[in-house]
């Protein structure tokens, strides 16, 4: 499992092969380039130059290797609060078989339960967590900076060997410094494009961060609370929810950076503010978790799925347009297999597999047991719920368009569409 990883071989790995690629073919092709346009022995300002650039390079790629080899924390098999009785108030986690401390979510690409879990980044083939945010935000910021002063070398260089015959024939022969050749006009060109990729993308991908660190909040923990700011909407309840770790934007940013770096506390019990405490988010995701169970359906087999992301021979073109855009794995399964389905949309569903007795004798059959399949290969064995369809949805949004309660059923139908999203 991808937890389980040397620190060698945790590099060997398309993400971290791919990002550094990128950074090592930016940081070559920059100096390359610099070397004609302006010089590091030319002047003072030409060697800090070139050596800012280097120091932004290296400090990118340090804080590359400390994300992937520090990793994000891993809460311990069979994990067990001190107080039994805290028990109730926490998640149980099956493939561990323990509890999930509070803020700790189980990764299915590592295949344990990591301690404030962000997310699963291919990249560093490894989660962000707890332990590496900060190398991991650092890494961000280094590399942004780095490609911005690298695109600008990239872009003048680009500029003065595209314009070299004119200074010739000018009287300009100090600025035909950059000569190109097939090799070089092609790795400036790549490495130009690069740079402004990992910008772009980078920047997004930074500013998503920051955002969750200045609230002390995970892109996990931001769909939990939106979900629990849904469900008192939708009871019509005067409960607020009060989010427990948010300690103020000075605090929350402590939490994560500091002056070494260093993870603070053991990632399993966290500061909260007033009127909280260290089970109020385990509480709202129970209460949520029991809702989920309160929606699912089951479904039967009646055809072969394949388990493929795009099944156009088995399923038609139909299907695999309207794929869920998730990375989130997809099932196989047999005519007579019986599935509990928690998500529902048109052509897709979501579910877990019920293992037959042969397979619980660990008997398994090939392929992952949780996932999304087509819709066409199953038929419901329960009621489905309403709010599944989003024909039907439109369709009732058309009639109330010519009634005289629209304002009424317009409001349900708004809900309705809230649900849908939520499943």
């Known amino acids: 499992m991808c937890a389980d990883i040397s620190s060698f071989r ?15 073919c930016i940081t070559l092709t920059t100096l390359y380039m610099n070397s004609m346009w302006w010089p ?8 800090a130059h070139q050596a800012l650039f280097l120091l932004l390079s290296t400090l990118a790629t340090f804080n590359y290797i400390m994300a992937t080899l520090t990793g994000p924390g891993l809460l311990p098999k069979q994990w067990q609060p001190k107080d039994p009785k805290d028990t109730e108030f926490l998640q149980y986690c099956k493939e ?42 650092y890494f961000l910021l280094f590399s942004i900076l780095g490609s911005i002063q690298g695109t600008v070398v990239l872009s003048c260089s680009f500029y003065r060997g595209i314009y070299r015959y004119y200074y010739l024939t000018h009287g ?12 070089s006009i092609i790795m400036c060109i790549l490495g130009m494009g690069l ?6 993308g980078l920047s997004m991908l930074l500013y998503i961060q920051l955002k969750t660190i200045v609230s002390n909040q995970t892109g996990i923990e931001i769909w939990i609370v939106e979900k629990a700011l849904y469900r008192r909407y939708r009871s019509l309840t005067d409960e607020q929810f009060v989010y427990p770790y948010d300690l103020g934007w000075r605090l929350n940013l402590r939490q994560v950076f500091n002056e070494e770096c260093q993870k603070l506390g053991d990632g399993i ?27 699912t359906r089951t479904y039967k087999c009646i055809s072969n799925v394949t388990g493929r992301w795009l099944p156009i021979f088995s399923q038609g073109w139909r299907v695999c347009v309207s794929a869920p855009c998730t990375d989130e794995p997809r099932i196989r399964l ?39 399949f087509p819709r066409r290969s199953v038929v419901a064995l329960t009621e489905v719920p309403d709010s599944e369809s989003s024909d039907e949805i439109k369709s009732n949004g058309k009639a109330f368009n010519g009634n005289g309660n629209g304002h009424s059923q317009g409001k349900q139908q708004q809900r309705n569409g809230h649900s849908k999203k939520y499943m």
Not at 340 to 357: A, I, M, Y
């Open 10 to 24: 945790r590099f060997l790995h398309w993400g971290p092969i791919t990002a550094l690629s990128i950074i090592k």
């Open 40 to 47: 590091p022995n030319e002047s003072f300002a030409a060697f």
């Open 96 to 137: 561990c078989e323990g509890y999930k401390a509070p803020r700790s979510h189980h990764c299915r690409k590592c295949n344990r339960c990591v301690k404030k879990m962000d997310h699963h980044c291919p990249w560093i083939n490894h989660c962000v967590g707890w332990a590496n945010h900060a190398y991991f935000s």
């Open 172 to 183: 300009l022969a100090h600025l035909a410094s950059v000569q190109f050749t097939v090799v």
């Open 195 to 200: 740079a402004i990729g990992v910008v772009i």
């Open 269 to 295: 019990e966290w500061p909260v503010t007033d009127g909280c405490d260290q089970f109020t988010l385990t509480r709202e995701q129970l209460a949520q978790k029991q809702e989920k169970r309160a929606r």
């Open 334 to 372: 047999q005519p007579g297999d019986i599935i509990k389905v928690t998500r529902f949309r048109r052509h897709w569903l979501f579910g877990e597999r019920e293992l037959s007795d042969l397979e619980r004798k660990n008997t398994q059959r090939k392929g992952q047991i949780r996932g999304w």
